[in-house]
């Protein structure tokens, strides 16, 4: 087994302006997820949010601490999402198992000493994407099932962006403190995310895309509404997006992100949108 953390500083809307390509790709984008046998994640400054994935082929994995973090045990003063990406497995906490498959999740509550992902089977090993932040008070650890999920169908295929919103890990689906997390499937026909985009001076944002076409790619866009960037992102990628930026992307065929919140406010709606004419 192996577990990888990368340390990735907070940045200033006025720095990121002068960012060529290179030097955008290598503060925000999360090149590589996943990894057999192996826990991979990134630490970012912004929020303090970390994002991962695990995926366990001949042995289980345990969530294991890291320096950055300066504890015991990984959850001691964090609380944890995961959200099953593909095929089958078991994540055990203290002991106790939930078995996930294809967009079910569980909630990992602040104090939970041992977390350990399982494939159900080796030949199709399940792919655990993850997200953690730091967490002021303790709730119970609680699988969300799909009967569990809200959905909300949004966008329309004549704008390109009729998706469905899957809400996971949510105050209202499950108890928890600070993060929220969800999932959003593209329709065929449509490229668009977050049209049109907003921001959120409250809270910040990490998206995880996949089921991205082989040798396609999504364009994701961020910074300020009058000053965006553009980041192209491949199948398994993630990217971090801090309050002040917009975050929107349109890829070249349809595709499936997870994204994940974290900050003071628990309203979804929350956030200060720009139509598609005041972008820059």
């Known amino acids: 087994m192996k577990t990888t953390i990368e340390e990735r500083w907070g940045s200033h809307p006025d720095d990121v302006k002068h960012y060529d390509t290179e030097q955008l790709r290598k503060e925000f984008l999360v090149e590589k997820i996943f990894e057999a046998d192996s826990v991979l994640m990134t630490y970012t400054h912004n929020d303090r949010l970390i994002i991962g994935g695990a995926m366990?082929?001949?042995?289980?994995?345990?969530?294991?601490?890291?320096?950055?973090?300066?504890?015991?045990?990984?959850?001691?003063?964090?609380?944890?999402?995961?959200?099953?990406?593909?095929?089958?497995?078991?994540?055990?906490?203290?002991?106790?198992e939930y078995?996930?498959?294809?967009?079910?999740?569980?909630?990992?509550?602040?104090?939970?000493?041992?977390?350990?992902?399982?494939?159900?089977?080796?030949?199709?090993?399940?792919?655990?994407y993850f997200a953690s932040a730091p967490a002021h008070k303790e709730y119970p650890t609680a699988q969300v099932t799909s009967q569990m999920r809200r959905?909300?169908?949004?966008?329309?295929?004549?704008?390109?962006?009729?998706?469905?919103?899957?809400?996971?890990?949510?105050?209202?689906?499950?108890?928890?403190?600070?993060?929220?997390?969800?999932?959003?499937?593209?329709?065929?026909?449509?490229?668009?995310?977050?049209?049109?985009?907003?921001?959120?001076?409250?809270?910040m944002e990490a998206y995880f895309y996949f089921k991205v076409p082989e040798s396609q790619a999504v364009g994701h866009f961020m910074g300020q509404p009058q000053q965006t960037r553009h980041i192209f992102m491949g199948n398994e990628q993630a990217v971090t997006s801090p309050s002040w930026s917009i975050h929107s992307a349109a890829g070249i065929s349809n595709y499936t992100f997870i994204w994940a919140m974290r900050g003071e406010n628990h309203e979804y709606d929350e956030m200060d949108q720009f139509t598609a004419d005041k972008i820059r």
């Not at 969530?63 to 995961?82: A, K, M, N, P, Q």
């Not at 909300?152 to 499950?174: F, H, M, W």
């Open 56 to 96: 366990p082929v001949n042995e289980p994995l345990k969530l294991e601490t890291v320096d950055l973090i300066r504890s015991e045990s990984f959850c001691e003063r964090r609380e944890l999402g995961i959200i099953c990406i593909e095929n089958e497995g078991l994540v055990s906490v203290d002991g106790t």
């Open 99 to 128: 078995k996930l498959g294809y967009k079910d999740a569980v909630y990992v509550g602040r104090g939970s000493r041992d977390v350990v992902f399982k494939s159900s089977d080796a030949d199709k090993p399940a792919k655990f």
């Open 151 to 203: 959905t909300r169908d949004l966008g329309s295929a004549q704008t390109s962006n009729e998706r469905l919103l899957n809400q996971i890990i949510l105050s209202e689906i499950v108890p928890c403190c600070q993060l929220q997390m969800g999932l959003t499937e593209l329709q065929t026909g449509s490229v668009w995310n977050t049209m049109p985009p907003h921001t959120h001076s409250r809270r």
